[in-house]
């Protein structure tokens, strides 16, 4: 039953790539419905590219680890339903829920990819830290940016259900 770091680290990549994949899921419903919030829909279709990058950055980790490309399809997990669930209701105030959302979401990847950080330092896995390091830049990025919008996207809310 012991695991060692690197069966650990495998594990850990490929939960972080099923992550993304929900990501992307998540962003694609969202940014069909954000055209009252346009700054909003330019930084989520920007992070949704990037999302892209972090897929093909997994498939490398893995592939440095010696796995191959077939074994990261049984990664489809639910682990992030219910976050997910939230995301997709259809409300008047859904960019709100949609904000929280995101927020929570983008601080698990940073967690997640901190711990693969730990696991690439533990496992000797060098080549796997500078692509880690570059999703984990992206994930604090979008998680300052939705920081930073929270007050501007519930103003905007406002506006949009007065006009309504
Ligand atoms: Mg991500
Ligand atoms: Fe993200």
């Not at 850990?12 to 954000?34: F, K, P, T, V, Y």
């Amino acid at each position: 039953m012991a695991q060692d770091a690197r069966e650990i680290f495998v594990v850990g990549l490929r939960n972080a790539h099923a992550m993304e994949i929900q990501a992307r899921e998540m962003m694609e419903r969202q940014s069909e419905r954000l055209g009252d919030y346009p700054e909003v829909k330019a930084r989520v279709t920007q992070h949704l590219r990037e999302t892209e990058g972090q897929i093909k950055r997994l498939d490398e980790c893995l592939a440095a680890c010696g796995e191959t490309s077939s074994s990261l399809k049984d990664a489809a997990q639910s682990f992030m339903g219910n976050m997910a669930a939230m995301a997709h209701t259809v409300m008047p105030d859904e960019i709100l829920k949609n904000t929280f959302a995101n927020n929570a979401f983008e601080h698990f990847e940073i967690a997640a990819y901190k711990s693969l950080l730990s696991l690439a330092d533990l496992t000797g896995m060098s080549s796997a830290k500078p692509l880690l390091e570059a999703s984990l830049k992206e994930e604090q990025s979008m998680a300052a940016w939705i920081d930073q919008n929270i007050d501007s996207v519930t103003r905007s809310y406002v506006r949009v259900a007065q006009a309504a």
